[in-house]
């Protein structure tokens, strides 16, 4: 899973990893602003992981897959440089500007 540090965590939660990479635990979306990292939405699974997604129902990665994945070979890799979630369409309305790098939502 790679991960960015963000300054606020609050719309996105957070993912907490062990000096390995290991990850440890999702904290879900809060009230408080705090740093710390995230979930960048992109992953590199093993095949085992990937056999282990049900096919017969749609499900959340997020919410039911990666929580059971703990204590597995399930890790998280920190980059760095900018982040853009187009998980909402005011977000999304950002991504040309991102991409021509005009803009960075994310500190």
Same mark, same amino acid.
Do not use: C, K, W, Y
């Given at each position: 899973? !790679? =991960?960015?540090? /963000?300054?606020? %965590? $609050?719309?996105?939660?957070?993912?907490?990893?062990?000096?390995?990479g290991r990850i440890l635990r999702f904290q879900e979306k809060r009230e408080t602003s705090e740093p710390g990292s995230i979930n960048a939405g992109v992953y590199l699974l093993a095949r085992? !992981? =990937?056999?282990? /997604?049900?096919? %017969? $129902?749609?499900?959340?990665?997020?919410?039911?897959?990666?929580?059971t994945w703990i204590g597995e070979d399930f890790y998280g890799h920190l980059a760095t440089g900018p982040f853009l979630d187009i998980g909402t369409p005011e977000s999304y309305a950002l991504a040309d500007k991102f991409l021509a790098g005009l803009t960075t939502p994310y500190p």
């Open positions: 899973m !790679l =991960l960015v540090n /963000i300054s606020d %965590t $609050r719309r996105f939660g957070s993912v907490q990893v062990a000096t390995d085992q !992981l =990937l056999q282990s /997604i049900p096919t %017969t $129902r749609p499900v959340s990665l997020e919410r039911e897959i990666f929580p």
